[in-house]
């Protein structure tokens, strides 16, 4: 049985993975979901030096205090970032890393370079006018769909979304991924891919081909960018198929 350590996206906390979490322990499996300082439960300990290495420490320290081995890391969406940054330093403490609906970060990246730089800048604007200046409230869900899928949401998922996210910390977008960003050789190097970023990985976009080829492996859930909440189970199913 495996030791899942469940890192979740912007704006989420532990409670998004709360059935994917039951069903990997129905399976006999030990998970373990995270909140990450300033988000969730955590909100009131985000301060505007909350950044990108803030969570990777978040991540590294639960492994290293549980003293936690042969560990499954599990990163959704945001938590690709971190978790690339965790994993290069836990060592012999991980086994295999997976990125659901996400990817690893190569040194001296950071959230933004991953959007236009007039979609940054409206982020900036964001975070200036509505955040204190360091926080970044999660958007209308009509307007994360333009860019993320929402495919198997229902209603009351969508209000789940809405009413429980909290504001990220916008640090962790503009801090640029410093340090190796490669676990040992031998970390077992997985994707679970939804809808958008399976569409990317067949299209052959050249930034993402090496995911394509070994030693990657793939398994694609056919629902929109939060699985955790749109397909729970099938998302356990994968991430337990996976270690199997």
Request: with cysteine; glycine share 8%.
């Amino acid at each position: 049985m495996a030791t899942f350590v469940l890192v979740p996206g912007a704006w989420l906390g532990a409670w998004a993975w709360h059935d994917t979490a039951h069903a990997l322990a129905g399976r006999g499996h030990t998970a373990l979901p995270l909140t990450l300082t300033g988000l969730g439960e955590y909100a009131d300990r985000g301060t505007p030096a909350t950044n990108l290495e803030t969570h990777i420490a978040d991540i590294v320290d639960v492994i290293e205090q549980r003293d936690l081995h042969d560990v499954t890391l599990v990163a959704h969406s945001y938590a690709g970032a971190p978790v690339t940054g965790a994993a290069a330093q836990l060592d012999a403490r991980l086994k295999r890393v997976v990125y659901v609906d996400s990817a690893p970060f190569a040194t001296g990246m950071c959230m933004l370079d991953l959007m236009p730089p007039e979609a940054a800048d409206q982020l900036r604007q964001q975070v200036a006018a509505d955040g204190g200046g360091w926080r970044l409230p999660m958007p209308p869900l009509e307007v994360l769909g333009m860019s993320s899928s929402l495919d198997g949401l229902d209603q009351n998922k969508r209000e789940l979304l809405r009413a429980r996210a909290t504001a990220q910390p916008f640090g962790t977008y503009e801090q640029r991924l410093t340090g190796p960003a490669e676990p040992r050789h031998d970390v077992d190097r997985v994707l679970v891919t939804c809808n958008d970023f399976r569409d990317l990985l067949n299209a052959g976009v050249p930034a993402l081909a090496s995911l394509t080829q070994p030693p990657w492996r793939r398994f694609d859930l056919h629902t929109g960018h939060w699985p955790m909440l749109s397909a729970p189970t099938e998302l356990a199913d994968a991430l337990d198929t996976a270690v199997s």
